[in-house]
């Protein structure tokens, strides 16, 4: 392993972007299937592994809705947060905001209830064994109406303590951020942070929407804003924080070719953008890999890799107390390095 490799490998960092449905392993979806009496309709884990190609973002949400089918009882939901939770310590990931799916398990008859009690089960299990603090993000399913959102936040109103904001996922073009101008109100009125994807595949009008209608306070993906110079000098000024995920890019052929991964250019142009897996049991690599591809394809040194993590931190939704001390953290890895190279 290189320098910059073992560096990244033990940068301390956040991720932000993370859809925990998006982490069931191929091993835990049979363990589970098997456990819920579910037939799959794959017959072993390599022909798992060999559906995962896919052509665009749609091809790929088909199957993850599918997959989610095996989901079930709150022991369920607890085994994939910690799956996660272990996997992204090992790449020193010491705070983690996750999305949750609602729509996907309640519209197949799954109480609400049940996936919030299993996900926190395992969000206390990474606080208390990992050492990790861990924020959560109900995102609402944008091929959906609005109306299906608003019933869904009627849901969380009991958890809204355990929520730290709304997010907005699922097939994206066709869908603008606009058509959920309400219920994001109504979420800020209750206090929740909001954040949207948008400009993932959709065009640049669908980030200027998730920022000037909805009003979200970090934007996920956001990739295509290097076709809008002057939203790019906007955002830049604003500080706005990117949640960019370089494999998923790839799998999802949204980026061709990694070399040319924006990344680069909107760090240059001094947006705040950070590293993510998004959905790592469907791409190819949790966190540590997504800043490894990039190291492997763009002029990136460690220096680079070293503010994307900064801005994990400064971007999240922690107090400023809790971030000064992980940038501390952060802060003394960097010149232990320093002084060992
Ligand atoms: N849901 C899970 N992963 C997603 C992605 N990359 N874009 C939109 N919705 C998603
Ligand atoms: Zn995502």
Same mark, same amino acid.
């Given at each position: 392993?290189?320098?910059?490799?073992?560096?990244?490998?033990?940068?301390?960092?956040?991720?932000? +972007?993370? +859809?925990?449905?998006?982490?069931?392993?191929?091993?835990?979806?049979?363990?589970?299937?098997?456990?819920?009496?579910?037939?799959?309709?794959?017959?072993?884990?390599?022909?798992?592994?060999?559906?995962?190609?896919?052509?665009?973002?749609?091809?790929?949400?088909?199957?993850? =809705?599918?997959?989610?089918?095996?989901?079930?009882?709150?022991?369920?939901?607890?085994?994939?947060?910690?799956? =996660?939770?272990?996997?992204? #310590?090992? %790449?020193n990931v010491i705070h983690s905001e996750i999305f949750f799916d609602p729509q996907t398990h309640t519209d197949r008859g799954i109480p609400f209830d049940v996936v919030m009690r299993g996900l926190l089960a395992g969000i206390a299990e990474a606080e208390s064994q990992l050492g990790m603090t861990v924020q959560l993000i109900m995102c609402f399913l944008r091929h959906l109406d609005e109306e299906s959102a608003f019933t869904?936040?009627?849901?969380?109103?009991?958890?809204?303590?355990?929520?730290?904001?709304?997010?907005?996922?699922?097939?994206?073009?066709?869908?603008?951020?606009?058509?959920?101008?309400?219920?994001?109100?109504?979420?800020?009125?209750?206090?929740?942070?909001?954040?949207?994807?948008?400009?993932?595949?959709?065009?640049?009008?669908?980030?200027?929407?998730?920022? %000037?209608?909805?009003?979200? %306070?970090?934007?996920?993906?956001?990739?295509?804003?290097?076709?809008?110079?002057?939203?790019?000098?906007?955002?830049?000024?604003?500080?706005?924080?990117?949640?960019?995920?370089?494999? #998923?890019?790839?799998?999802?052929?949204?980026?061709?070719?990694?070399?040319?991964?924006?990344?680069? =250019?909107?760090?240059? +142009?001094?947006?705040?953008?950070?590293?993510?897996?998004?959905?790592?049991?469907?791409?190819?690599? =949790?966190?540590?890999?997504?800043?490894?591809?990039?190291?492997?394809?763009?002029?990136?040194?460690?220096?680079?890799?070293?503010?994307?993590?900064?801005?994990?931190?400064?971007?999240?939704?922690?107090?400023?107390?809790?971030?000064?001390?992980?940038?501390?953290?952060?802060?003394?890895?960097?010149?232990?390095?320093?002084?060992?190279?």
């Amino acid at each position: 392993m290189n320098n910059l490799s073992q560096f990244i490998k033990g940068l301390p960092k956040a991720e932000l +972007h993370l +859809h925990i449905e998006g982490s069931l392993e191929p091993t835990l979806m049979f363990q589970l299937a098997e456990r819920n009496r579910i037939k799959l309709p794959f017959k072993d884990i390599e022909s798992v592994k060999e559906a995962y190609n896919f052509n665009n973002l749609q091809e790929f949400l088909n199957i993850y =809705y599918q997959s989610a089918n095996v989901l079930r009882t709150e022991e369920d939901f607890r085994d994939l947060a910690r799956d =996660y939770f272990y996997r992204a #310590s090992r %790449d020193n990931v010491i705070h983690s905001e996750i999305f949750f799916d609602p729509q996907t398990h309640t519209d197949r008859g799954i109480p609400f209830d049940v996936v919030m009690r299993g996900l926190l089960a395992g969000i206390a299990e990474a606080e208390s064994q990992l050492g990790m603090t861990v924020q959560l993000i109900m995102c609402f399913l944008r091929h959906l109406d609005e109306e299906s959102a608003f019933t869904t936040l009627r849901m969380a109103e009991p958890w809204l303590d355990k929520i730290t904001a709304v997010g907005l996922d699922s097939s994206e073009v066709g869908h603008p951020p606009s058509k959920f101008k309400h219920v994001f109100a109504t979420a800020r009125q209750k206090g929740l942070k909001l954040v949207a994807h948008a400009g993932e595949e959709g065009p640049p009008s669908y980030i200027d929407e998730a920022i %000037d209608v909805l009003k979200v %306070d970090r934007l996920d993906h956001g990739n295509r804003i290097v076709e809008d110079p002057l939203l790019v000098t906007r955002m830049a000024r604003s500080g706005m924080t990117f949640t960019l995920c370089p494999l #998923s890019n790839q799998k999802l052929q949204v980026v061709k070719d990694l070399k040319k991964h924006p990344l680069p =250019y909107m760090l240059k +142009h001094g947006l705040r953008v950070t590293i993510n897996s998004d959905d790592p049991a469907y791409f190819g690599g =949790y966190v540590n890999d997504n800043y490894q591809v990039l190291a492997e394809n763009c002029a990136l040194d460690a220096n680079d890799f070293a503010l994307i993590a900064r801005n994990s931190f400064l971007g999240s939704f922690l107090s400023d107390e809790t971030v000064t001390h992980y940038i501390e953290v952060l802060d003394k890895y960097t010149a232990s390095f320093e002084a060992r190279a």
